[in-house]
């Protein structure tokens, strides 16, 4: 690719420098089976929300996040033809116009906390109040549908 990947681990001390100097982020996830929605890793949101694209493996719901994101490129594998694609399209993204502020859109739109709030309350306060009392759980609206948040970050 035409601009340069640095890969390493790094310690915690160590990410804020990095993250200063990056313009965009990878996160490799292998051999982990997750559930389904909230499983998103940390490292997702925290590199959004700083206006940085991502491109992770999918986990949990990191797919529905980044799915068809200005901000966001899904690894399916980790074959070196599949992993030069994912660098490829994410150094592009990296330089495409508002991709900081859509970045942090699409973290927004996952990780605030007000919905989440909201929407955990509303599954509680539908729980019976004792055991083997009747309830009836409420929809919520958490996590966002996918289009959402697909919206959100482009918008």
């Not at 804020?16 to 940390?42: D, E, I, K, M, N």
């Not at 994912?86 to 990780?111: D, H, I, N």
Request: net charge neutral; charged share 15%; aromatic share 8%.
């Amino acid at each position: 690719i035409a601009h340069e990947l640095v890969y390493r681990s790094a310690s915690r001390a160590e990410v804020p420098p990095l993250v200063r100097c990056a313009h965009a982020s990878f996160g490799l996830y292998r051999g982990q089976l997750l559930a389904s929605y909230g499983t998103a890793a940390t490292k997702t949101g925290e590199t959004l929300a700083c206006g940085l694209p991502f491109a992770s493996s999918v986990v949990g719901d990191i797919g529905t996040q980044l799915a068809n994101s200005p901000a966001g490129v899904c690894i399916t594998d980790t074959r070196p033809e599949t992993l030069d694609g994912a660098a490829r399209q994410l150094a592009e993204k990296a330089f495409a116009p508002g991709v900081a502020t859509q970045a942090r859109r699409l973290a927004e739109s996952w990780y605030d906390l007000g919905p989440a709030i909201t929407a955990y309350d509303a599954i509680y306060r539908a729980m019976p109040k004792r055991h083997g009392a009747e309830s009836s759980l409420a929809d919520t609206t958490w996590p966002p549908p996918p289009e959402a948040a697909v919206q959100a970050a482009n918008a």
